[in-house]
């Protein structure tokens, strides 16, 4: 199995007991885990970076910052998101769309964004609070669009607009927003999927704030 701290704090700093989460795939639990290899072990599924108990949208962007960070500390500290990410892996289409919103919202917290992906930002609100209507006409509708547009490539796209405006920025800053970055995309498909009354939050103002 991967390493684990036994200490307060090892020559890693890596809190006690959490793993020590690796970049990349690996083949079995013994040759070390990567965030969403360590949620299928958590969910009982079979060792895989993919497990069916996440949704696609958010097992993207969790793969995608687990192999970004570049602290061991910091990515380790995915590994408290893993219960959250178990029980996300249904077919709701508001996901990826609150998932692409999640994104560029934390991109504009740093720098203003591009015309495009301000369009793609406000499109996502818009068809989430399209979907939390429930009118069968746009449920469907947005259903065959998202047949065309799969949930890994709408969240990689997104994903390269916040790499683009990190640059620039500490790396130690980079990790600690990317890591936020998790944790408010997780959050944020909570609220949205609680009901139809539910907003995505833009949480422009305080990913703006001083990160610890």
């Known amino acids: 199995m991967w390493t684990t701290q036994r200490s307060t704090t090892g020559t890693s700093g890596v809190p006690d007991q959490l793993p020590i989460l690796q970049r ?3 083949r079995r639990p013994e040759d070390g885990a990567c965030v969403m290899e360590y949620v299928s072990v958590l969910a009982g599924c079979g060792f ?3 497990p069916r108990c996440t949704h696609p949208a958010l097992a993207t962007l969790a793969r995608l910052i687990n192999d970004w960070i570049d ?3 910091t990515r380790s500290e995915l590994a408290l998101l893993a219960p959250d990410l178990i029980g ?9 769309h609150s998932v692409v919103a ?6 504009a917290a740093i ?3 591009p015309p495009a992906a301000a369009a793609a930002l406000a499109k996502s609100r818009k068809r989430i609070r399209e979907l939390n209507r429930g009118r069968r006409g746009s449920r469907a509708r947005l259903a065959c669009w998202q047949v065309l547009n799969p949930a890994g490539v709408m969240v990689g796209s997104a994903f390269q607009v916040v790499i683009g405006n990190l640059r620039g920025l500490p790396r130690q800053e980079q990790n ?12 944020d498909c909570q609220r949205t999927l609680r009901g139809p009354a539910a ?3 833009t949480r422009q103002g305080q990913l703006s704030e001083p990160l610890p």
């Open 24 to 26: 990349g795939r690996h």
């Open 48 to 50: 895989t970076d993919h």
């Open 71 to 73: 602290d061991d500390k």
């Open 88 to 96: 996300t892996g249904t077919g709701d289409l508001r996901t990826t």
């Open 102 to 107: 999640s994104c560029l919202s934390a991109a």
């Open 111 to 113: 720098r203003p964004l």
């Open 176 to 187: 600690a927003r990317l890591r936020s970055l998790l944790h408010d995309a997780v959050t």
């Open 199 to 201: 907003e995505h939050s």
